[in-house]
């Protein structure tokens, strides 16, 4: 039996990006790229899992409300992984140019996009069963246990949807 609550920490895990954002956009701001690096690598690490759980466990139980909606969910998350992909590059430098942090900050924005759209399936996992969710509850677990970050697991272990 699982005691991890999936709605709940799904959300738990957007507001925690959502914030992890809006903290690199302000500290790109404020030319302070040391900081935004540490702060998307904690990111980095802690979506990791919920991706994962998204793709392999959630996307394919709500698909019985969404039906080929789903696949416009993976395929958002191709351009997410993308995108990350990009800020990382660009957060790997010691100083950014003005175009360089804008760039960047255009990328976490984007990012902060998807955070908003994502949080909207909150309100169609609700009507999943109990069992459902409790099946939720312990591949969110399992997921986390794995830990493999966000890029680790999109070069590795993703199966790209075909
Ligand atoms: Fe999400």
Redesign the pocket.
Known sequence: MSHLDPINE?RE??RKVRDGLLDIIGSLKAKDVTRARVILGKLNTLVGP?FRY?EETLYPALRVFLGEYVDQLLEEHDGVIETARTCARLLEKETLTDKEAEEAAHAARALLVH?SN??G?AILSERLNSEQLEELGEKFNQARKAGVPLLEWADKIRKKPS
């Open positions: 799904f895990d957007h919920h998204e955070v994502c949080d399936l």
